[in-house]
């Protein structure tokens, strides 16, 4: 018999606060639902406790609790039509796995935000919001002020890259029909362009960034073996000059949503006329949508008391509009686990 779909509802608000209350339990819970290697057997499911039990060699009435708990989550779904509890039958949500892992699965981005002191908001937000409180220099600063702070805010950065790096092999095809030279605008340490080298043989990137990172990104070169002629390094601010010309595209990888509207238009506009005919521009962003916004917590929740940075998730349509109004064409989304927009100058 076929389990039934599954469904999902809106929690009423004591159900939302009790999860709240118990969140660092809940992530426990699935973390290690993940290490344990369980969710690879729930999300394809159906799969019963008995052969869950047995394959990954847990008890089986503590797995049952366990596995009580993330159906509380509403992440598995169970079917029991008998009080033997081996016969239960559980399936997890579509995309369980991947999800869990992307927000759970990188550890060098856990260590890098336990190095940000949230601590210097908690208990004191409404001293915060009235501005009577901020964010210690010694903690946050932005943009980053030493040597020190320029590496951690870029290796947090590049912590974050593998959703990305998915939506960029998944489409490779398309963005890398041939030879092609790209200019990752805001590119870090150079994580991204060291990957998609690695990926692409045809390809080269420079990464254009501040002058400040580009010892980071010569550190990311050598430790790839990379030439500095298929992985360069271009110093410069764009907010005061040109984006460099000569490149088949362009990209701005999670660069857009730190700046106001108006600056993130320019910035399109000045893609626009960097771009030879036929030119592409990538720009990957977390656009706003309700798991998006439940995702940004952490950042929104951290940011509250640094008045210089506002990280701004948009709709898509942002993008798409934006683009055109540039001058583009052809603007249009490519889906993965951070979609991707394209569009080219005529």
């Not at 399936?91 to 892992?101: D, I, T």
């Not at 600056?263 to 949508?289: D, H, K, N, W, Y």
Request: proline content about 7%; hydrophobic content about 40%.
């Amino acid at each position: 018999m076929s389990m039934p779909p599954l469904t999902r509802e809106a929690p009423s608000p004591r159900a939302l606060l009790h999860l709240l209350f118990n969140g660092a339990r809940a992530l426990d819970v699935v973390e290690t639902a993940l290490n344990l290697g369980l969710l690879d057997a729930l999300e394809p499911g159906p799969v019963t406790l008995g052969e869950l039990s047995a394959k990954h060699g847990l008890v089986p009435k503590r797995l049952y609790k366990f596995l009580d708990c993330l159906e509380s989550l509403g992440l598995v779904q169970r079917e029991q039509t008998s009080d033997a509890l081996e016969a239960a039958r559980y399936r997890g949500v579509p995309g369980l796995r991947s999800a869990a892992e992307a927000v759970l699965g990188p550890k060098s981005l856990e260590r890098d935000r336990e190095k940000y002191d949230w601590k210097a908001l908690h208990g004191r937000l409404p001293e915060t919001l009235r501005g009577q409180h901020s964010m210690s220099a010694a903690s946050f600063d932005w943009p980053p002020r030493t040597p020190e702070q320029v590496e951690g805010f870029e290796a947090s950065m590049a912590a974050g890259l593998g959703p990305i790096l998915e939506t960029f092999r998944t489409h490779a095809g398309t963005l890398w029909p041939s030879e092609s030279r790209l200019l990752d605008v805001g590119g870090g340490d150079g994580t991204l362009a060291e990957a998609l080298l690695r990926q692409h043989p045809a390809l080269s990137v420079d990464v254009y960034n501040l002058p400040a990172t580009e010892a980071l990104v010569a550190r990311t070169r050598e430790r790839a073996g990379l030439s500095d002629k298929r992985m360069g390094f271009v110093g410069g601010d764009f907010l005061k000059e040109p984006l460099p010309t000569g490149y088949d595209a362009l990209s701005f990888v999670r660069v857009l949503h730190d700046w106001p509207a108006e600056v993130a238009r320019s910035l399109m506009q000045a893609a626009f006329a960097a771009l030879p005919s036929g030119g592409r521009v990538l720009i990957c962003e977390e656009f706003r949508t309700p798991e998006r916004l439940a995702a940004q917590f952490f950042w929104s929740y951290f940011l509250i008391g640094v008045d210089t940075c506002v990280s701004r998730l948009r709709e898509v349509e942002f993008y798409l509009e934006a683009l055109t109004a540039a001058g583009f064409t052809h603007a249009h989304v490519l889906p993965g686990p951070f979609e991707l927009v394209v569009a080219t100058k005529p």
